[in-house]
């Protein structure tokens, strides 16, 4: 079975047909969108900076060995014969020990300064980024627009493999167009406007749910992307362990019903559950529409 009839056969929806085949607007580019500039440059926040601290570092480095080098020769050789004069010897070991001591402070001082420059730059200083770095949705006219660089660097970044990352964005944008462009069995399409925390915890339920049949590293990659933008307080929104009879049912009431919330919805189909256990009576405060 196809991704997109699974798809549709968990939601319970169709995407719309022309000329027999399905209409699914889904655009991949490599396009660098605005808010994915910084994933881009890496985890360096100022990375010429960092370039030119390693310089200095590498500098200064250089002239200690130029102090340290000569000194080492002529410790060889007189490890072999010793100096004619020991003043000599003296002499010379008391000013390249203050050459040393000299540069070694500089030197010193310089990687403390790129160490507390590398320590501010990290994972902590990159996420999260905005969904929009790796993909938009459009509601108006549905179509998904995913954007490959974004999401090819982030998994040498996270080092995900870049590919089962690619499908799991894939798969959730998916559900997400089937939920905003789908048609359910009455032929009725979606009439909710601009709702993305509720979208973006139905598709993520929904995506989980597909990708348990795979290997766990999709499962991986997913919740490093999905973490990556900050997306994990909307899987809140349901629970894995809800089963996907009852999500669907919620998820197309929603999709019918613009005045009612979620929360509503979820929780008049809880107390629609619990009536059925208690009461054969049936819920009379949603209609049926």
């Avoid at 390693?54 to 060889?76: D, S, V």
């Avoid at 902590?124 to 108006?140: H, R």
């Amino acid at each position: 079975m196809s991704l997109r009839l699974e798809a549709e056969q968990a939601m319970g929806l169709r995407f719309p047909e022309r000329n027999g085949e399905a209409v699914i607007r889904f655009e991949e580019t490599m396009e660098v969108p605005h808010g994915a500039e910084v994933l881009m440059r890496g985890l360096y926040r100022d990375p010429d900076d960092i370039k030119k601290g390693f310089k200095n570092l590498h500098q200064e480095t250089a002239t200690l060995l130029e102090i340290l080098m000569p000194r080492r020769a002529r410790l060889k050789e007189w490890l072999e014969e010793l100096p004619e004069q020991p003043k000599e010897a003296e002499s010379f070991l008391r000013e390249t020990s203050e050459k040393i001591q000299h540069q070694d402070r500089k030197v010193s001082q310089l990687e403390h300064e790129l160490i507390s420059k590398l320590v501010e730059s990290g994972l902590e200083d990159l996420f999260p980024l905005p969904l929009s770095a790796f993909a938009t949705l459009s509601y108006t006219d549905p179509c998904a627009k995913i954007f490959l660089r974004p999401l090819g660097r982030l998994a040498e970044i996270l080092k995900l493999s870049p590919e089962i990352l690619r499908q799991v964005v894939r798969v959730h944008f998916l559900y997400s167009l089937l939920i905003l462009a789908g048609q359910d069995l009455d032929g009725q399409s979606c009439q909710r406007g601009n709702e993305d925390a509720v979208l973006i915890g139905i598709a993520s339920f929904f995506t989980l749910k597909h990708l348990k049949k795979h290997p766990p590293e999709f499962q991986h990659c997913y919740g490093e992307w999905v973490k990556a933008w900050g997306g994990k307080s909307f899987q809140r929104l349901i629970a894995q362990e809800s089963s996907v009879e009852k999500v669907r049912a919620a998820m197309i009431f929603w999709r019918r019903n613009p005045e009612l919330s979620w929360d509503g919805i979820w929780n008049g189909l809880q107390s629609f559950e619990m009536e059925k256990i208690t009461s054969p009576r049936p819920l009379s405060s949603w209609p049926v529409r």
